[in-house]
């Protein structure tokens, strides 16, 4: 496993959902006032960046741009079809001001 500093805190705004790349990985990073949710930036349904997607910060989850299907930031299940499967989330923390996403 292998943390990955993806910026500092200061960089993300609440409610916005950002593209980033970690090795070979591109993720999608949502801030939700001081939490933070990653995801894979990969739709399960289709080959989709979620990052072009909604969110919305009472209920933690992500709108694909898409088609609509909704995705629970928290864990990766999908909330409504068309999506059936879930997209992988990592564990994130901030250290010291900065954002650090977990690699397995
Ligand atoms: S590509 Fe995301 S809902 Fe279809």
């Known amino acids: 496993m ?3 500093d ?3 805190v200061d960089e993300f705004t609440s409610g916005e959902a950002r ?3 970690v090795g070979a990985r591109t993720l999608v990073i949502v801030r939700i006032e001081d939490d933070f949710y990653v995801l894979d930036d990969r739709c399960s ?3 989709y960046s979620l990052a072009e997607g909604e969110v919305d910060q009472a ?4 709108e694909c741009a898409r ?3 909704i995705f629970d930031l928290t864990d990766g299940t999908p909330q409504s ?3 059936t499967q879930p997209v992988a989330r990592y564990d994130v ?3 010291d001001g900065r954002v650090e996403v977990t690699i397995p």
């Open 67 to 69: 088609h609509g299907a």
């Open 19 to 21: 593209q980033v790349r």
């Open 59 to 62: 209920g933690a989850t992500i």
């Open 45 to 47: 349904h289709e080959d």
């Open 93 to 95: 923390v901030v250290r």
């Open 2 to 4: 292998s943390a990955n």
């Open 6 to 8: 993806v910026g500092a």
């Open 81 to 83: 079809f068309p999506a």
